[in-house]
């Protein structure tokens, strides 16, 4: 299963209790439903669960419930469940009892804070989806009209999450990109153990990237010393060939020498190195004075041997 149906999963283990709370849930499926009271279809769903949760809970209130049981239109090997009523008197019963004709929210469904969160439950068990937090973090709900994502803004707000609205294909969508805001929902809602997963894979996320960035920064660093290295090199394999390295003082012959002799090193290993050490920065200014030097003698039109040029 994908981690949005594992997370239902999860949620649909732990049963409402109250009645007001399954009451609660039933209205906010009936109330985002596209065709239901019109309609004998109410909502359609992956998941075998949460449809005969919902029969049940539509049973309750005295609905003759049917489920259907099909493949997928676009994925054939998956099945889903199409909850319905088909009896007219009873989709009017229903609409009446939860006001579904007016377009505001009944908040008389949700007095209680558990009412709340049953609802909010509910709206994503049936219309709600999230990506893989291995890919993104993202949570989103399918709120259909402006007045409705203004509604359910609202009652995610009362409980402390805090939605944003988007319009995509005619319908106002609620969503969620920050991963401690899906956290919450989640935790809220009844999966704390799909919180907790999420929660490791934002870490291993973190941890992943501080290695590549590390990895990128230390590789960035050794190719500007390769770089600095063969660049110190041509000087004074420069001077060498032509004045000769005696050419140089003492301290900057002899860390002359030792470049040569150590291409690979970095400057704090020659600093350490040299028979008086001195600091990093001590050895990059001797460098520079080589390879000022070395540019001094090639402005004067100091050459290489012939056979050296050819080379």
């Known amino acids: 299963m994908s981690f949005c149906q594992d997370v239902k999963q999860e949620v649909m283990k732990t049963p409402l209790r109250a009645f007001h709370c399954r009451s609660a849930m039933v209205y906010a499926i009936l109330k985002l439903s596209k065709s239901f009271p019109q309609e004998p279809t109410v909502f359609t769903t992956e998941n075998k669960d949460l449809a005969e949760d919902a029969a049940s809970m539509l049973a309750e209130m005295g609905a003759i419930v049917d489920i259907r049981r099909d493949l997928h239109r676009l994925r054939a090997d998956t099945e889903v469940y199409t909850v319905s009523i088909e009896h007219e008197h009873t989709r009017a019963l229903l609409r009446d009892y939860y006001h579904l004709g007016k377009s505001p929210l009944d908040w008389s469904f949700l007095e209680k804070s558990c009412c709340r969160v049953a609802f909010l439950r509910g709206l994503f068990l049936a219309y709600g989806s999230m990506a893989s937090p291995e890919k993104e973090y993202h949570l989103e709900i399918n709120a259909l009209t402006p007045l409705f994502a203004e509604e359910l803004y609202r009652v995610a707000e009362n409980c402390g999450i805090r939605f944003k609205v988007a319009r995509r294909k005619g319908c106002e969508i ?111 200014h001797r460098l520079k004075r080589i390879s000022d030097i070395a540019q001094k003698l090639r402005e004067q039109g100091v050459a290489l041997p012939e056979d050296e040029n050819e080379g």
């Open 174 to 284: 609620l969503y969620l990109k920050e991963s401690e805001q899906i956290e919450d929902f989640l935790t809220l809602i009844g999966a704390p153990v799909s919180s907790m997963k999420l929660m490791e894979v934002k870490v291993m996320k973190t941890v992943r990237n501080h290695v590549n960035r590390t990895t990128n920064c230390e590789t960035a660093n050794l190719n500007k010393t390769v770089s600095a290295a063969a660049g110190q090199l041509q000087d004074i394999r420069f001077i060498r060939d032509t004045v000769g390295l005696s050419y140089l003082d003492e301290e900057l012959r002899e860390l002359a020498q030792l470049r040569l002799q150590n291409s690979e090193m970095s400057l704090r290993e020659l600093a350490a190195t040299l028979s008086q050490p001195i600091s990093r920065s001590g050895v990059n």
